[in-house]
Structures are given as structure tokens and as C-alpha cells.
């Protein structure tokens, strides 16, 4: 089947600077995309989604963006935490089922 | 306190036993899920039920068993015939017909 995938699977980012991760979808009938963090031994928690119809979306200190013609993904994450530190997925959905990619692991430096 | 419980959090076992976790929801949500995540890796679809007293399999219920006789609970059996059950088992849970899941906090499942 078609499958999700993060560019990285790693990202180290000094306290106070923007983070980027990305995420390369496959399959174009994909209609909404959604990012997770995962905290080490927990559950994922959303963050924020986009339906396929849309190019940009903000959040609370976090954008997610979506390119179409390049089946791109990114999240942007603004003057990066400590408790930003986590593992991201993104997920795409069809007929409400979701496909995770690997993950990328976001590591905060002080 | 609204949300989605998952227990035990750490469940051990031997093999060839059968175990069954279990997976509550308040939230009101028709939609329940199951997935399986291995190390490094993105979460695999196992079961999903859309509506009580039916259930879809998902990427990969060869292994597993569920049933979804109330609403608010949706039980996921790991049986002796799942080659590689070591895994951490997340729950979620939504609203019919909305993409947003709302996940438990996991249990980790280890059989030596």
C-alpha cells in the first residue's frame, strides 16, 4: 500500500531556534494530514492537521505546510522548547484510517 | 475526567498464552482503534471498529482478536498464534467521520 514517510529520522535543534520536519506522503487521493508528538513511553498527542484543500495553517507556535504538486509535508516549530523534545509522526488519512510514518526524533539543546 | 484509559501500562507473559488488553473510552467516541508501534517505527493498524458489534481489520490482525460489545470499551486479544507480540499497544479512539484520534497512553507488551 502507499506509506507516509519522514525525511529524517533525527533532528537536533539549539533552545530558542525554529524547527522543520518533514514528511514525504505518497498517495494523492489523501485528503487530510495530521501531525502527532509522541513523549517517550506515551501516547501520541495531536498537534495540528490540514485538510488537502489548504496550503498553510498555524497553530500555537507551530505551521503546518502542504505541498500537492510535490506530495511535501512539513510542521515548523517556533523558538523551540525543552519540552518540545519528542518524536513526530505525521499521518495521513483515508476514509478516516490513518497511515503513520516512521517518525523523526526532535532533540532540544540548552 | 474525560479521555481514553489503556491497562496495564507493562504486561508480561509467557509464550504461548493468550492476553488481552483493554481500552476504555469516556469520551462518547463511536470510532475505536487499535495499532501496534515497534521500535523506530511509525503506528501499524491491527483492528478498528466504526460502530458497536462490528469491527474492520486493519494492516495487520493476523494474530489478534477484538470485540466491541459496548461502546465504551474495545478489548484487543494477542493470541499464541502472533509470531512477534513484543510491541507497545496504543488505543484511540474518535468521532464518526472526523480524521482527529485521540490516543491512550499505551501498553507495552513484552512475551519471553
Known amino acids: 500500500g502507499e506509506s507516509v514517510g519522514l525525511h529524517l529520522p533525527t533532528l537536533s535543534v539549539q533552545e530558542g531556534d525554529n524547527s522543520i520536519i518533514n514528511c514525504a506522503y505518497s498517495?494523492?487521493?489523501?485528503?487530510?494530514f495530521i501531525w502527532y508528538k509522541q513523549e517517550s513511553g506515551k501516547g501520541p498527542q495531536f498537534i495540528i492537521d490540514?485538510?488537502?484543500?489548504?496550503d498553510k495553517r498555524q497553530g500555537q507556535r507551530v505551521t503546518v505546510l502542504l505541498n500537492k504538486t510535490v506530495k511535501h509535508l512539513s510542521l515548523q516549530i517556533a523558538a523551540t522548547q525543552p519540552g518540545d523534545s519528542a518524536v513526530y509522526f505525521c499521518a495521513e488519512s483515508n476514509d478516516y484510517k490513518l497511515s503513520f510514518g516512521a517518525g523523526t526524533t526532535v532533540t532540544v539543546r540548552a | 475526567d474525560g479521555g481514553i484509559t489503556q491497562s496495564p501500562k507493562y504486561l508480561f507473559r509467557k509464550e504461548g498464552q493468550n492476553v488481552t488488553l483493554s481500552c476504555e473510552q469516556n469520551l462518547n467516541h463511536d470510532a475505536m482503534y487499535w495499532y501496534r508501534q515497534d521500535p523506530g517505527q511509525g503506528l501499524r493498524l491491527i483492528y478498528y471498529s466504526q460502530i458497536v458489534n462490528d469491527f474492520q481489520k486493519g494492516d495487520i490482525a493476523e494474530g489478534y482478536s477484538v470485540s466491541r460489545e459496548k461502546k465504551e470499551s474495545f478489548p484487543l486479544t494477542v493470541t499464541s498464534a502472533q509470531k512477534n507480540p513484543t510491541a507497545f499497544y496504543l488505543c484511540?479512539?474518535?468521532?464518526?467521520?472526523?480524521?482527529?484520534?485521540?490516543f491512550g497512553p499505551g501498553t507495552r507488551l513484552t512475551v519471553t
Open positions: 490540514i485538510r488537502s484543500n489548504m
Open positions: 484511540a479512539s474518535s468521532w464518526t467521520g472526523n480524521n482527529e484520534q485521540y
Open positions: 498517495n494523492s487521493a489523501s485528503d487530510y
